[in-house]
């Protein structure tokens, strides 16, 4: 007498991945498992495309900010400690010769007052050479009015756009400076005040600086502020920003024991920790919705369970082992994640790639300003993809859609056959 053997079949066989397809397919009387379903795939697409979103926007508004911020003080400030800033220029010469030091112009920095017959308001004047000036990107390849071309001797004044609006000039208009520190009289110390035409009017795209700034020549300024043959600080751009705590220690040692070296982290430790603190919140707060989707499809799957009690008692009669049974809800269950992981993932790039259309039309559409750049500092919204992070998204989201299908296909793994079908 022979005894039969019932061979295990492979691992994902055919038939697992037809049973499979047809438990997401639910018929009319189980309509409502199918609506729980809908609902897992759709919150794990916005879970995963909202957190891509999100994370892409600020990264793209960190960079943008920090890009406007450099590209205007500077990564370095070097300036001297109580003393006058009159060998600026050797100290130039010192500090290129640094690797990894690109650019190291001298600057005068001081407040005024600038004014119009219509009006008056502050601004920060900076002293700055002609090819200075065009070095620095941000500011020279944003010029819409006028030229920076023979600015050193144009004896003019380049302005940012809003406070050309605010003080209701144009190029070749004239504006008049009045500093607080003047000549000295004997009945005390009188403004100094000096009319200038505009030669130039910016527009960096930071709100702040566009109304606020305004570049007088280097000599020019010298004179208005009466420094004589000096500067107030030189600003320094490295290759790498990231990373420039590698390259302060030789920058002080070409610059002198007494120059000061201060980073743009250390100015901006605080604007740069918020940023990163928030990114990482919203990280976690956002993952609550994926992990909110992921327990849809644990409860979804649960009640399919429920309900396919009496199949899964006759295919274990007709030689379907455990393993089988569970890699079937396994793979129903994992799919609603796999699909709509990657329908999130298409969803967040498309959005990203198209956020600034989308928001001038949501804001077409509700007649409300979204994103207004007197309050985020920026005229447009900007979207950086972190590849990186969307990979870990991505991960996390799978990750979270494959244990969420371990417990329901365990539990129709372990049904007993016998118990299954004794009340049918």
């Known amino acids: 007498m022979t005894t039969a053997v019932v061979k295990d079949t492979k691992p994902f066989a055919p038939f697992e991945w037809v049973l499979a397809s047809r438990y997401l397919r639910a018929r009319r009387k189980e309509g409502f498992i199918s609506v729980i379903a809908g609902f897992s795939f759709i919150g794990i697409m916005l879970g995963v495309a909202t957190l891509i979103i999100v994370m892409s926007v600020m990264n793209g508004f960190r960079k943008e900010l920090f890009d406007k911020i450099m590209g205007l003080n500077g990564h370095v400030i070097a300036r001297p400690l109580a003393r006058a800033f009159n060998d600026y220029d050797d100290v130039v010469k010192r500090l290129l010769t640094v690797p990894g030091v690109t650019t190291a112009l001298p600057v005068i920095e001081g407040q005024a007052m600038i004014s119009t017959p219509a009006t008056a308001t502050g601004a920060v004047i900076r002293g700055i050479r002609e090819a200075d000036l065009k070095a620095l990107e941000s500011?020279?390849?944003?010029?819409?009015?006028?030229?920076?071309?023979?600015?050193?001797?144009?004896?003019?004044?380049?302005?940012?756009?809003?406070?050309?609006?605010?003080?209701?000039?144009?190029?070749?208009?004239?504006?008049?400076?009045?500093?607080?520190?003047?000549?000295?009289?004997?009945?005390?110390?009188?403004?100094?005040?000096?009319?200038?035409?505009?030669?130039?009017?910016?527009?960096?795209?930071?709100?702040?600086?566009?109304?606020?700034?305004?570049?007088?020549?280097?000599?020019?300024?010298?004179?208005f502020f009466n420094l004589g043959d000096t500067a107030t600080v030189i600003e320094v751009m490295v290759e790498n920003p990231d990373k420039v705590q590698n390259y302060t220690v030789a920058m002080g040692e070409a610059a002198g024991q007494d120059i000061v070296m201060n980073d743009w982290r250390t100015r901006n430790a605080t604007f740069y920790n918020t940023l990163k603190v928030e990114r990482n919140v919203m990280f976690m707060i956002l993952t609550l919705i994926v992990l909110v989707a992921a327990l849809n499809i644990v409860s979804g799957m649960i009640m399919l369970v429920k309900d396919k009690g009496r199949d899964i008692a006759i295919l274990r009669t007709m030689g379907a082992t455990r393993g089988s049974i569970m890699r079937v809800f396994f793979m129903t269950g994992a799919s609603i994640g796999v699909v709509g992981t990657v329908a999130g993932l298409l969803l967040g790039v498309v959005v990203c790639l198209n956020i600034e259309p989308i928001r001038q039309f949501v804001q077409w559409i509700t007649n409300t300003p979204l994103f207004p750049a007197d309050v985020y500092f920026l005229t447009k919204l900007p979207a950086v993809i972190d590849w990186n992070e969307v990979a870990t998204v991505v991960i996390m989201a799978l990750t979270l859609s494959v244990l969420a299908t371990l417990y329901p296909s365990w539990r129709a793994a372990r049904l007993d056959p016998v118990e299954a079908l004794r009340y049918e």
């Open 139 to 223: 500011v020279s390849k944003n010029i819409f009015f006028g030229t920076l071309d023979g600015f050193d001797t144009s004896g003019g004044i380049a302005i940012g756009s809003r406070l050309a609006n605010s003080m209701n000039v144009t190029v070749g208009g004239e504006v008049t400076l009045i500093a607080p520190r003047g000549a000295s009289t004997p009945f005390g110390t009188s403004p100094r005040t000096k009319r200038y035409p505009v030669a130039a009017i910016f527009e960096i795209g930071m709100s702040e600086y566009d109304s606020s700034i305004a570049f007088l020549p280097l000599m020019e300024a010298q004179k």
